[in-house]
Structures are given as C-alpha cells and as structure tokens.
C-alpha cells in the first residue's frame, strides 16, 4: 500500500454575530405647540456599537429632522396647533426613524402627536378709550374684527385677558376704540 501523508493547515475565523439594534424609545410622542422640540428617539445595540439616527421617511420627514448622534428629533419650524403644517393637516406627524449599527439597522415608525397650548394675552389700554373698548385678534389680519375672531372688552381701567386662535404673527391683537375714556 501506498501510504502518502499530507498536513492540511484550516483555519478558522470568529465572525461576530451581530444582532440589529432594538427601539427603547415610545413610537407615539404628545409635544405642546410652537415649539420645535418634538421627541428624542432611543435604541440600544446588544453589540455595544455606536448608532447613527436617520429619518428614513414617512408622510412628514420633510418637517423634522433628527441630530445622527443623539436622535433628538426637532421640527424645522414651531408647529401650530390651530394651522397645522403636517401633510393632513390634521396635527399628527408620521415619519420612520432609522437606527443603524456597523452591519445592521432597525426602523420604527414614529407618530407625533401635536398638543394645544392656552395662548392668552393679557394688558392694559393706557390711552384714549380705555374702558369697553374692543380687544381682538385679527385672524386674516384685515385691520377690522370679523365674525368668528376672538375678542374680549377691557374693563374699565383698560385691562383685558384674551384667549388666542393662532400664535402666528400674521394674526395680530388689535383695539377697537370703542369705549369710554375715564
């Protein structure tokens, strides 16, 4: 018999099983208006890698935007809750969040639930017809009050609290002077 002996060398690699980052952060956020805070999004890797945050869509990824490192996500502009921005209009923000490791990702979709604030101002009219005097907040900022805009009348040392519609700058407080001078 011909007995040939060979030494075969193997070599065998660890390969790191990597397992896909995992959300700890809720999926539904409530945020108060005129504000650009909206949520700050949360994973965990079992693989202890570092993870990169990205907004991967949904109907309003091009309202917000999300910081890669830390996964605040913050909309571009104060959403207001009486004239909502969303693609709806309807005061829910949805986007997908992406959490990606060095082999794998994660996604989750997101809702951002847009929440009403009391908007108030109070003052006092100082000259000219102070007392029952008509404060309003001129919605379509025509310089007259309409029906359906908010108002209130000052009392009679002028001082008035009126509850407002918009936060918007394009809907300003104005006075009637139609009061009494004291």
Known sequence: TNANA????????D???????KFTSDSVFTVKENST????????DADGDTL??????????SKLRIDEGTGTLTFL??????????TNEDGVYDV???????????????????????????????DGYLGGAT??????????Y???????????LGNFTLNLASASPDAPVRVVNSGFDI
Do not use: H, W
């Not at 805070?37 to 965990?44: M, N, R």
């Not at 990169?52 to 990824?61: F, S």
């Not at 502009?77 to 969303?86: G, M, V």
């Open 6 to 13: 060979k030494t075969i060398l193997v070599s065998v690699t």
């Open 15 to 21: 390969v790191a099983d990597s397992e896909p980052p």
């Open 37 to 44: 805070s909206a949520a700050t999004i949360s994973a965990s």
């Open 52 to 61: 990169i945050y990205r907004l991967a869509g949904g109907n309003d990824a």
């Open 77 to 86: 502009s104060a959403p207001d809750y009486e004239t909502p921005s969303d």
């Open 96 to 126: 997908i969040v992406t959490a990606t490791d060095n082999y794998e990702s994660t996604s989750q979709s997101i809702t951002i639930v847009l929440a009403d604030v009391n908007e108030t101002v109070k003052g006092v009219l100082i």
């Open 135 to 144: 404060v309003f907040q001129d919605l379509n900022n025509n310089g007259a």
């Open 146 to 156: 309409d029906s359906g805009e908010p108002y209130t009348t000052s009392e009679t």
